[in-house]
């Protein structure tokens, strides 16, 4: 869909130089935003049509283009799964959207401020944001696997298989609080990443890591180092422990764009789109 010049006119109290500027950022829709040029972007701008559903004409999707493959840079635009997934629920809206880059914690103060109208940026459900905005209904609920040594001798990850196991998980994370909880008989150490545990199980200090999926997968499709090890098993999903999920985040009182998104998001996953999406960015089905 092509993207609309919206900063075209001229702006108020600002020299030719900085006017130039504004209108540069606001042109082209994926990009980084210094937070002054957006908002005088935003406030240069007509005020967006309001559809007969309540939902605006155009929406201003804010990501951060920090953690692929969910959101990250091409050279100077933003590209990833949350990016092609928004464009292709905003067409099922019949709505206009542009996406704009913003430091993590300038997403939901801006969000609020009605600097943008929605964040799509790896953003997980949790108490503390509820707290302060809505969300959509979750997208991506990543599963978490353990990795263990080709050599190991055990075959299964449950708490019987892996007692008296030592097991590496980030520090601080929902892996250590899982691993604390339903593992009781197994030694738990921690580390400042997974990465770190990986380390330690290549060396045969720990004899499982656990972590998600994702970064599991990218681990052993791209390090050289991968060929020691395997996924032993997919971890259970416990919400109270792993949360809903990534979602749409959204203000509380836009009730209307939460059902819009809701529904455009169930018929993706419907027919099969959501799908085909998510198989360009991850190697395992999500959902």
Not at 241 to 259: S, T
């Amino acid at each position: 869909m092509p993207r609309r010049r919206r900063c075209g006119r001229k702006l108020p109290g600002l020299s030719g130089r900085n006017r130039l500027s504004i209108a540069r950022t606001c042109r082209f829709g994926a990009t980084r935003w210094r937070p002054a040029l957006l908002a005088a972007c935003l406030a240069a701008s007509p005020a967006l049509a309001q559809r007969a559903d309540g939902v605006p004409a155009q929406l201003t999707i804010a990501s951060e283009g920090a953690r692929p493959p969910y959101n990250y840079f091409d050279g100077d635009r933003l590209a990833g799964f949350e990016i092609d997934l928004g464009h292709e629920l905003c067409r099922r809206m019949a709505t206009e959207c542009t996406f704009v880059a913003q430091d993590w914690d300038s997403l939901i103060p801006s969000l609020l401020a009605h600097h943008s109208d929605a964040i799509m940026a790896a953003m997980e459900i949790t108490r503390a944001r509820q707290s302060a905005i809505g969300f959509s209904a979750p997208y991506v609920r990543m599963p978490s696997a353990f990795l263990v040594r080709k050599d190991a001798d055990f075959a299964g990850a449950t708490p019987d298989d892996l007692a008296r196991r030592v097991i590496g998980a980030e520090r601080g994370g929902t892996h250590q609080s899982f691993v604390q909880r339903l593992y009781p008989r197994s030694t738990l150490r921690t580390y400042g990443s997974l990465s770190d545990a990986i380390l330690d199980l290549e060396a045969g200090r720990v004899d499982a890591a656990i972590g998600d999926k994702d970064a599991i997968t990218d681990f052993l499709a791209t390090r050289r180092d991968a060929s020691c090890c395997r996924i032993l098993a997919d971890v259970p999903r416990d919400p109270a422990i792993f949360g809903d999920g990534i979602a749409i985040g959204l203000r509380k009182e836009d009730a209307d764009l939460r059902a819009a998104f809701d529904a455009a998001l169930a018929q993706s996953k419907a027919d099969g789109t959501f799908a085909r999406i998510s198989g360009r960015y991850f190697a395992f089905p999500v959902d």
